[in-house]
C-alpha cells in the first residue's frame, strides 16, 4: 500500500489501474491540470532544472527523493497515507461506529463542499506566488519556492483524486472549476479572501507560508478526524508535506531579522530611515507584514458563531485539532465555548454554544501555535542584544469575518473609532510606501551561494547539500 507506482502515467499508491472508468476520468483532467500550470504555475521557469523532492513512499522514514527535475516534468499523482480497516468513529453523533469508506449520501453535498474548499486553495497559492521566482534572494530561496509551489500543485491532485472518485460527475465539474477559478480574478475569484490578496514581495511570501499555510496545517488536522475515511488518509499525507512550507516561511522571517539585526548593530541605530537606506528591512515593517498576515489568515477559521461548524462536527465530518487527544466526550453537547464580540463599542466575551463555536476554538489553537514561532523570531532580536519584540496582534485586530468584523481594534485590542483607525493605519498595516521600499529591494539573485543583501543565509542546506549548492539549473 505504501509504495508509490511511478510507471504509470500518474503515480499512485491507490492501485488506479484497477478502476479504469476513474483512470480515464482523471487522465482526461491531467492535461487541463498541466495546461493550467503552464498558464499559471511559476512565471518563466518551464526550462529550469530544480533541486526537488518527490514523494516514493508514504512511510514516515524515506518518503523522499531529491534530484533536478525540469518542473513540468514533476510526478504530480495521489498518495494517501495506509488505512485501518478497523477504525472507528471517534467523535460526534456517530461515535464508535465503523469509518466509513464511501461518502453517505446524506452527507455528500456538504463533504463536497469541504473538500472543493480545501482543493481551491492550493492551485490559489501557486497563482499567487507565480511571478515572485523573479526576484529570489539567493538559489536557495528559488528552490523553496518551487517545492512549495509543486506541493501545492500535488495537494490539488489529493482533492481531486476524491471529487473523482467519490462524488461522480458533480466532482468531475468541481475539478474543472478548481482549474478555472484564479486568484484575485473580479468575476471568477478563488473562494476564500486570504486566498485573493497578492503575494508581492518575498516578505510577504515568508508570512505567507508561515501564517497561512499554518491555516492550511490547522484545516487539515482536522480533516485528518473526519469519519470519511478515504479524507482523513489524503490529508494525513499532505500534512507531511505542509511541514517544509511553514519551516520555509519560519526560517525565511527569521533570517530577514537576523540580517536587519545585524545592520542595526553595525550602524548602532534602529531609525527605520537609516536602516533603509542601508539597504535591510526595519523591524517596524516587518510588524506591520506580520500584521497583514495574521489577520487575513486568522478570517480563513470563518464566523465565530456557525450552525455549519457544528454541522460539520457533530456529523463526523471534520473533528477539532488533535480530537483523539483531547478527553472530553467527543459530542460537546451541553457545553459552552468562549468567544469575543463587539458590544457598544467594547469588547466583551460571551458564552456560546461549543458545537457553534468550533470555527473559534480551531481558530484558538491555530493562535496559539503561531506566537510559538513568533517568540523563535524574538529570540533572533533578543540575540543580537535589540530591544524590540514582535508580537502578534490581538484577536479582534483587522478582522472582516465575523463578530468583529464591523469594529475598529488596534494591534493591542482597544477598540478605537473610524478616525483613529484612519490615523493609525500605516502604524499597523504595511502602507503603500513599506510595500513599495520592500519592492525596490527585491532583485533575483542566480549565482549558488549568493544571497540579497536583506537577507542572512540559512544555517544549512537542503538535504544536507551545502548552502552553495546549485540548486537551480536556468539552462
Ligand atoms: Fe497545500
Ligand atoms: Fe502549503
Not at 12 to 26: F, G, H, I, K, T
Not at 75 to 99: C, V
Not at 454 to 473: K, L, T
Request: with cysteine; net charge negative; proline share 5%.
Amino acid at each position: 500500500m505504501s509504495a508509490i507506482d511511478y510507471s504509470e502515467k500518474i503515480p499512485n499508491n491507490v492501485n488506479l489501474a484497477e478502476d479504469r472508468a476513474l483512470q480515464r476520468a482523471l487522465e482526461q483532467w491531467q492535461p487541463n491540470y498541466l495546461q493550467w500550470w503552464q498558464d499559471m504555475g511559476p512565471d518563466g521557469a518551464h526550462g529550469f532544472d530544480v533541486y526537488l523532492r518527490t514523494a516514493v513512499s508514504v512511510d514516515p522514514q524515506g518518503w523522499a527523493h531529491f534530484g533536478h527535475v525540469k518542473m513540468p516534468d514533476y510526478r504530480w499523482g495521489i498518495f494517501l497515507n495506509p488505512g485501518d480497516p478497523e477504525r472507528r468513529i471517534h467523535f460526534g453523533d456517530h461515535k464508535g461506529e465503523a469509518a466509513w469508506h464511501d461518502v453517505p449520501g446524506e452527507y455528500r453535498a456538504n463533504l463536497r463542499r469541504i473538500i472543493v474548499t480545501q482543493g481551491d486553495t492550493e492551485p490559489a497559492s501557486v497563482e499567487q506566488q507565480r511571478h515572485l521566482g523573479l526576484t529570489a534572494p539567493s538559489q536557495y530561496d528559488l528552490r523553496n519556492l518551487f517545492q512549495v509551489n509543486v506541493e501545492e500543485g500535488r495537494h490539488l491532485w489529493a482533492m481531486v483524486y476524491l471529487l473523482h472518485k467519490y462524488f461522480g460527475r458533480d466532482g468531475r465539474e468541481e475539478g474543472e472549476a478548481l482549474l478555472e477559478r484564479r486568484s484575485g480574478q473580479e468575476d471568477n475569484p478563488r473562494i476564500l479572501q486570504a486566498f485573493n490578496e497578492k503575494t508581492p514581495d518575498w516578505l510577504a511570501f515568508f508570512m505567507f507560508t508561515y501564517f497561512t499555510d499554518r491555516d492550511g496545517k490547522f484545516q487539515l488536522m482536522a480533516l485528518a478526524e473526519s469519519s470519511f475515511d478515504p479524507l482523513a488518509r489524503t490529508t494525513k499525507f499532505m500534512l507531511t508535506e505542509e511541514a517544509h512550507h511553514m519551516f520555509v516561511g519560519e526560517s525565511g522571517v527569521s533570517r530577514v531579522i537576523q540580517r536587519t539585526c545585524q545592520v542595526m548593530n553595525e550602524l548602532k541605530t534602529d531609525d527605520p530611515a537609516r536602516l533603509r537606506a542601508a539597504g535591510v528591512i526595519d523591524l517596524p515593517t516587518v510588524q506591520r507584514y506580520l500584521n497583514f498576515h495574521f489577520s487575513v489568515t486568522v478570517d480563513l477559521f470563518g464566523a465565530d458563531e456557525s450552525s455549519n461548524a457544528a454541522t460539520f462536527y457533530s456529523t463526523g465530518l471534520k473533528g477539532r485539532f488533535e480530537e483523539g487527544k483531547r478527553t472530553d466526550d467527543h459530542q460537546l453537547r451541553g457545553q459552552t465555548y468562549r468567544v469575543l464580540q463587539a458590544a457598544g463599542g467594547r469588547l466583551v466575551e460571551k458564552d456560546v454554544p461549543m458545537l457553534n463555536a468550533l470555527n473559534e476554538v480551531l481558530r484558538d489553537d491555530y493562535i496559539r501555535d503561531s506566537v510559538a514561532g513568533v517568540e523563535r523570531w524574538n529570540k533572533v532580536i533578543e540575540k543580537a542584544g535589540i530591544a524590540f519584540r514582535l508580537e502578534v496582534p490581538h484577536k479582534a485586530f483587522h478582522r472582516n469575518i465575523g463578530g468583529l468584523a464591523g469594529v475598529k481594534v488596534s494591534p493591542a485590542g482597544q477598540v478605537v473609532s473610524q478616525a483613529e483607525w484612519q490615523a493609525h493605519r500605516d502604524e499597523w498595516l504595511p502602507s503603500e510606501a513599506d510595500r513599495a521600499f520592500v519592492a525596490s529591494l527585491m532583485g533575483r539573485v542566480v549565482e549558488p551561494g549568493r544571497f540579497a543583501h536583506w537577507i542572512a543565509p540559512p544555517a544549512i542546506g537542503i538535504n544536507r547539500q551545502p548552502i552553495d549548492f546549485e540548486y537551480v539549473r536556468f539552462n
